[in-house]
């Protein structure tokens, strides 16, 4: 069978979304180069059903909806209306060889390009049908560069994939969720309507990169964790602090707030969570308080204002900066030091610490749980919350190079919880928090939403564009039917009669005493080099 040229019509069934009785691929041939060029002059031909030709000087796909087939014109919303599809037998005009039987509900497609640029369209819409097959989530529509709109699903689509280059293209023909991002973040493909929606497919997508999973559990161990986490921490929190324009306006929190509705406003979530945290930690005024990860000096301001000494850690310069500006302006009784947790030594113990959206960077629970017990007052609380998933390592790659870079990732909460039992340490109370972190993550969606014209006039679409993706995957990370993903608000106390006693396991123990040989080794030999920033000041 001769291959198809530049002015053949084609109409390819067998990549596009196909019913059970089976694809079918049909070819019209021209009889010569010049009658092509005619037909391609005059516009479009479909072969329907009964393999007559139908000639239309604009661009016609058949699209499926509940009442039938639909035509639609680009850059037109209006539809012309089919009679009810039926199934049965299409002919191919070339060779007039029976290919196969099919709805012609679904996607039919006729246009006119490149051999190359027909099979990268072939091979996305393969690839995108596959995808909703499997997932049976919203409908939704490919526009593919020449305009031509294609339909995922029945019934009106939730979002649009607009690839605008032949690369966004490639992009969603890989279904690999880290590709398809740098795609939306260069501009070669944009995603149009209710994100949220399109994201419940993040689940099917792939995610194997392993050069990024390895490095970033491998340069901590050759380099220490002080050397590397100041930049890690650096590529999220100094972002010209751009997350403001989507976090509450009264405390600026960066964490989940605890809301009693859907629809509550931000801001009165966070007050309600600080409220719930500053109780469960029985703060009263002239108390120390350490804040672990202070961001924007929620916690911090609120704890300071009802007279409670604060100190704060930061590896945000930008946030160092900020904090320190509203504790002059509100005259608060405060410090915040650019400090590095694993090499943090106080002079003296505290009687409560806060840890917000904070363990899940540090990810070496055995060691958080050594320190807090170090710095801690007995009958002291420590507070923490964070976000949990079902698998140890799980963090998507998008993730890992984009927004937290290093050992970020979800708390493992059988890990955690056996961090816990080993240590001195009395579990006092567990929240789940999946639902208050779902509508967090969606509130900061909606209001970057709304302040794009100023986030990219101030920093750019690309950091609009990744920011975005970051709400909107949280907040559809959170809302997965599957339960993988959840979030947690837990209290912890050191009680007054503990012996501080630490009572891991034979094993445990001898892992734990070969990684710090290993570390002082490590930490000896880099010595002999310096380093810029060791996360202190």
Known sequence: MQRPTRFDLVINLKTAPVCACGPTRCFRRPESAEASRREASRGLTEVFANGSCRRDRRHLVHAPNAAGCVLRSPGSSSTIENARCRQTTLTSVWGGQTQGRHDIGHAIEARFMTYSQRIA????????????????????????????????????????????????????????????????????????????????????????????????RVKPILLGRPRVNPAWIA?????????LHAAESIWHT?????????????????????????????????????????GWGGMLRYSAQRGVQVTGLT??????????????EEQLLAEVRYQDFFTFQPTERFDAISMMGVIEDLSDYRTVMRLLS?????????????AAERKRFDTHSFVTKHIWPGTFRMVFMPEFMEAVRESPFELMRVDNDRRNYHLWARGMYERWMRNRARITAEHGERLWRTFLL???????????????????RV???????????????????????????????????????????????
């Open 315 to 328: 590896l945000s310069r930008l946030q160092k900066e900020y904090v320190e500006q509203r504790i002059m």
């Open 491 to 537: 209290v912890l106390e050191l009680p007054s009669d503990s012996d501080g006693e630490f009572r891991a396991t034979k094993r445990v123990a001898a892992v734990d005493g070969a990684r710090s040989v290993l570390r002082a080794v490590r930490d000896r030999l880099l010595s002999l080099w310096p380093t810029r920033d060791r996360g202190s000041s």
């Open 374 to 386: 170090r710095w801690l007052k007995p009958g002291g609380r420590a507070y923490l919350d964070f």
């Open 121 to 216: 369209l072939e091979r996305t819409i393969a690839a995108l049908d596959r995808l909703a097959r499997q997932a049976g989530g919203s409908t939704f529509r490919l526009v593919p560069p020449d305009g031509v709109a294609i339909d995922f699903g029945k019934g009106e689509p939730a979002f649009t994939l607009r690839a605008h280059r032949p690369s966004g293209l490639d992009a969603l023909a890989s279904l690999d969720a880290l590709t398809i991002a740098h795609a939306y973040m260069d501009g070669d493909l944009d995603i149009d309507g209710d994100l949220l929606a399109a994201f419940s497919y993040q689940e099917r997508l792939g995610d194997f990169h392993p050069a990024i999973y390895l490095w970033r």
């Open 254 to 294: 960066y964490t989940p707030g605890v809301y009693c509705s859907d629809d509550e406003a931000l801001e009165s979530g966070a007050d309600r969570k600080l409220a719930l945290a500053f109780e469960a930690l029985r703060l009263e005024p002239g108390q120390r308080l350490l804040e672990v990860g202070c």
């Open 470 to 488: 970051l709400f909107a995957t949280v907040a559809a990370t959170m809302d997965r039917r599957s339960h993988t993903a959840t979030a947690y």
């Open 235 to 243: 590529l999220h929190y100094d972002a010209q602090n751009a997350q």
